[in-house]
């Protein structure tokens, strides 16, 4: 029988990236991680994965081989998403943040262990800002030099059948094949479609979406008068607005509700507070649950995430992830060359 391709997950966080690889049919070998919090949730998802919880920069491409008893270019497939925050759209309105942060220089990691390692394709996502970064442009040239046909481009998640408006940059390479992405689904998928049929919090007992909230009257009160199904702050009119919000038009996503029919906004680290954007419910007053939220980021519905250092903690973690679907998709195209490759 035909093995199943092997692949290692840099920068895993809670495992949305390994989730998409497992189900597109790849054996995730290992995976590097540096938050604690994110690597005990993979382990709770993610049994038999050889897990690295060390800086990557203090890891090398050797010893993870020697681990995984691979040799240069054995691996079928390396993927990475590294901490995008000092390339992000938001960090980078004041540039010269976004340029000292030093987590930009993490590509340059990917980069050192894709070269020991020599998997025979490659997988990065990052922000759209990464685009304009000489340090893209530079890892991009060296990846090319190394042997790797890649493609590169801007791709929204609701077009890969998650149901969520998500921009990220993607990069597929291989040394085997010229790559593709995945063909584009025809329709969207909504919020109705993935979250319709939950249960209400307090008749669930799955405690992502059964957990106690305490909200101000007066922030109870203004959920109320948000239209349901997509409504804004906006109709509340400018004296009902909280005063921060009179001081400060941007940002007309916060207290706004999501839409049943439409694809949800891009799911964040503060997606269980409806003050960083439109993460109320379409039609209960109330947020996003925990488990709403991670399955509008189409973890499967008994993904398992601790709760034992707060509903936020798991909220930055969720908001963090790669959605599965949208990796799964991709990581199938690379499959056909990198298990059946062309005589």
């Keep these: 029988m035909r093995r199943k391709p092997r692949a290692v997950d840099l920068f895993c966080g809670a495992g949305g990236l390994s989730e998409g690889l497992r189900q597109a049919g790849y054996d995730v070998i290992g995976a590097v991680e540096i938050d604690a919090l994110a690597c005990r949730t993979y382990k709770l998802n993610h049994h038999g994965v050889k897990l690295w919880e060390i800086d990557i920069t203090q890891l090398n491409g050797r010893a993870m081989m020697e681990a995984l008893r691979l040799e240069p270019g054995d691996l079928d497939l390396l993927a990475a998403c590294p901490p995008c925050e000092g390339f992000s759209r938001i960090r980078t309105k004041n540039g010269a943040r976004g340029i000292r942060d030093p987590r930009n220089d993490l590509i340059f990691d990917t980069l050192r262990i894709i070269r020991s390692m020599r998997p025979k394709s490659i997988m990065l996502e990052n922000v759209p800002g990464l685009a304009k970064n000489k340090r893209y442009t ?20 609701a077009d890969y059948a998650v149901p969520q408006r998500r921009r990220r940059l993607v990069l597929v390479g291989s040394t085997i094949g010229k790559p593709e ?9 909504t919020v109705r479609d993935t979250i319709g049929n939950l249960r209400h919090p307090e008749q669930s007992r799955d405690v992502l979406q059964n957990y ?19 409504g804004s702050r906006a109709a509340l009119g400018f004296e009902d ?12 996503d916060v207290y706004g509700r999501m839409s049943w029919d439409k694809p949800a906004p891009t799911i964040t680290a503060g997606c269980i ?14 947020a996003i649950t925990l488990r709403e939220a991670a399955m509008l980021q ?10 034992d250092q707060g509903r936020y903690s798991v909220a930055s973690l969720i908001g963090n ?23």
């Design 181 to 189: 992405f995945a063909a584009k689904v025809v329709g969207h998928k």
């Design 273 to 286: 507070n409806p003050s960083k954007g439109r993460f109320l419910h379409p039609s209960e007053n109330r």
């Design 212 to 230: 106690s909230t305490r909200r101000s009257k007066k922030i109870e009160d203004l959920f109320k008068r948000i239209p349901r199904d997509g």
């Design 138 to 157: 530079a890892f991009c040239d060296k990846l090319e030099s190394l042997g790797y046909h890649i493609k590169w481009d801007i791709l929204n998640t």
């Design 321 to 343: 992830a790669l959605p599965p679907e949208f990796i799964r998709r991709h990581a199938l195209m690379l499959k056909e060359i990198a298990s059946f490759p062309k005589r």
């Design 298 to 307: 189409t973890f499967p519905r008994r993904y398992r995430f601790l709760l």
């Design 241 to 252: 607005q909280l005063p921060c919000h009179k001081r400060f038009e941007g940002f007309w």
